[in-house]
């Protein structure tokens, strides 16, 4: 069955791959920058366009540009609060029920903020955001690629200080084609070492071999896109071994080019194949998409069932960085909910 309209909005969903800058609204971004820069309008309608990708946006240069614009004035903890909570508003708005919500201190702090003061400013917003909306958030912490290695330090060290009061886990983001994760090994050993849960981006534009050193290197336990994994046959049938999860991005996929269009993206065949496939957002800002928006593609692009959609969203819940406690409950949740759903659509069928 498929399901396209807006009851799709109702269902209870979950979010592993969302990061908060990239998750901005373009009224935010209108309201940070005017007054300190010349912004090239009047009004946040006619900066939708330096903030969106258009939809036939194909290359990862074009995508990140769109950061380059508005990223300097995320720099300010205020600034992160405001995004954060705004992020989870609109995330509730759309029955999210839990989502992590990730970013890299290390590119946020400035001489006058600290990475600690920026995840400060992050963690108030969830608060706020938790106890207005009820959507429950997970900080992950992006360690980045091609950065120094006292900022992996501080980012591993706060991700320890505030493992359990918000933080959940750390990410290794940033151009995988340049940068190994090989260096990444030791901290990301520490970091686990204390409990600390683990996912990188890798496969995305880059190849296989990118999503093995996550995997053996970095004992990641979920990956971030992973959609090259394909390329290997005896490495695609040990990911499918190990029901390692993957944090599938569709619509970032094709706008950043690893896909070539919505009619080529692996999510079908990697679901078919016994991949355990996760749908999320990635940058709903600079996509200009929701979690219930990549639903509908799933089904109308990538020839998937809502059935197979709502599978999905059980495999989120179960590769939730959450303790076993919190992870069930929402499961039950999610699932109760669920059901009612369908038999109100079983209902209006008759
Ligand atoms: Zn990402």
């Known amino acids: 069955m498929k399901i396209l309209g807006e009851i799709l909005r109702k269902f209870p969903k979950v979010d592993l791959h969302c990061h908060i800058d990239g998750s901005i ?9 005017k007054g300190k820069t010349d ?12 903030v969106h990708v258009s939809s036939d946006c194909r290359s990862l240069t074009d995508f990140l540009s769109k950061f380059e614009f508005f990223y300097p004035y995320l720099k300010d903890p205020a600034v992160m609060e405001r ?3 705004e992020l ?3 995330a509730a708005k759309e029955n999210i029920r839990y989502f992590e919500a990730r970013f890299a201190p290390c590119l946020q702090k400035s001489g006058q903020y600290s990475q600690e003061d920026i995840l400060k400013g992050v963690l108030r917003g969830a608060e706020r955001a938790t106890s207005h909306f009820g959507v429950k958030v997970g900080v992950i912490l992006c360690v980045y690629r091609g950065t120094a290695l006292e900022e992996w330090e501080e980012t591993v060290s706060l991700a320890e200080r505030y493992f359990g009061k918000g933080v959940v886990g750390i990410d290794l983001a940033g151009d995988e084609s340049k940068y190994s994760a090989r ?21 995305e534009a880059w190849n296989w071999n990118s999503v093995r050193e996550a995997v053996d290197l970095l004992h990641a336990e979920r990956i971030g896109h992973g959609i090259k994994i394909s390329e290997n046959d005896v490495f695609f049938e040990r990911i499918k071994q190990l029901q390692k999860p993957l944090e599938i991005c569709v619509t970032s996929n094709v706008h950043t080019g690893a896909v070539r269009s919505y009619d080529e993206h692996p999510l079908r065949e990697f679901y078919r194949r016994g991949i355990r496939t996760t749908i999320n957002t990635d940058d709903r800002g ?32 179960e590769a939730a960085f959450l303790p076993p ?17 369908m038999s109100e659509i079983e209902k209006n069928k008759k």
């Open 83 to 85: 995004i954060t909570y």
């Open 183 to 203: 260096p990444f090994k030791q901290i990301f050993g520490r970091a686990r070492s204390r409990g600390i849960h683990i996912t990188v981006h890798a496969g």
């Open 286 to 317: 600079v996509s200009n998409i929701d979690l219930t928006h990549e639903w509908r593609i799933a089904q109308e692009k990538c020839g998937l069932e809502l059935e197979d959609v709502l599978d999905m969203n059980m495999n989120s819940c």
């Open 88 to 90: 989870a508003e609109d």
């Open 39 to 50: 912004l090239p309008c009047d009004n946040p309608k006619d900066l939708a366009k330096y």
């Open 325 to 341: 406690g919190e992870k069930t409950a929402l499961k039950e949740e999610i699932q109760k909910e669920t059901r009612g759903l």
């Open 25 to 33: 609204r373009v009224e935010t971004i209108f309201d940070i920058m």
